[in-house]
């Protein structure tokens, strides 16, 4: 059964860091198109940037320059490095890898940014 | 990027009603089109892939249709458990884009 869990989350201040990570079980992060998408309270569903299998890597333009999506194939896991943290940025924060033609989705990790 | 527009935002409906949310792309998206059903606190939970093909264990009274720029998803027969807020996506391009969302209300 494929798996997507994602940890990491937490309450931070404005200019701070953190990195979300999201654990995978029954598929392969390195053979597999992977993404974070992110939802504000309240808001709906915001991509947030994307990692191919050939290492390819997207961002957002809310985003790029600041977040850093990134792999470790050994331990089949996917990262988020998110930094200079900004009171927009608070949302769950979702991995999801595409699977054949589908996606599979984990259950999202707070990410809350307040002084 | 690829703009998703869904409509209409919120949608009152009883229990037995057939129900239809559109979605469309400011460009071809090929039928990289997903629907997803999402409930308060809870994760998105993928309804349909590619347009208009149904993820397991999704009962057979929701359907996607459509490709390029135009999409629906109809669900035959609303049941309770449909009351929720759903969102179109498109997997085409490496900049994935989702619909605002459609609330589905109890009349």
């Known amino acids: 059964e494929v798996q997507l869990v994602e940890t990491g989350g937490g309450l931070i201040q404005p200019g701070g860091s953190l990195r979300l990570s999201c654990a995978a079980s029954?598929?392969?992060?390195?053979?597999?198109?992977m993404s974070w998408v992110r939802q504000a309270p309240g808001k709906g569903l915001e991509w947030v940037s994307i990692i191919y299998a050939g290492g390819t890597t997207y961002y957002a333009d809310s985003v790029r320059g600041r977040f850093t999506i990134s792999r470790d194939n050994s331990k089949n896991t996917l990262y988020l490095q998110i930094n200079s943290l900004r009171a927009e940025d608070t949302a769950v924060y979702y991995c999801?890898?595409?699977?054949?033609?589908?996606?599979?989705w984990g259950q999202g990790t707070l990410v809350t940014i307040s002084s | 990027d690829i703009q998703m527009t869904q409509s209409p935002s919120t949608l009152s409906a009883s229990v037995g009603d057939r129900v239809t949310i559109t979605c469309r792309a400011s460009q071809s998206v090929s039928n990289w089109l997903a629907w997803y059903q999402q409930k308060p606190g809870k994760a998105p939970k993928l309804l349909i892939y590619?347009?208009?093909s149904l993820e397991s264990g999704v009962p057979s009274r929701f359907s996607g249709s459509g490709s390029g720029t135009e999409f629906t998803l109809t669900i035959s027969s609303l049941q309770p458990d449909d009351f929720a807020t759903y969102y179109c996506q498109q997997y085409n391009s490496y900049s994935w884009a989702f619909g605002q969302g459609t609330k589905v209300e109890i009349k």
């Open positions: 029954g598929f392969s992060v390195s053979s597999n198109y």
């Open positions: 590619k347009a208009s």
């Open positions: 999801a890898g595409g699977y054949g033609s589908s996606i599979r």
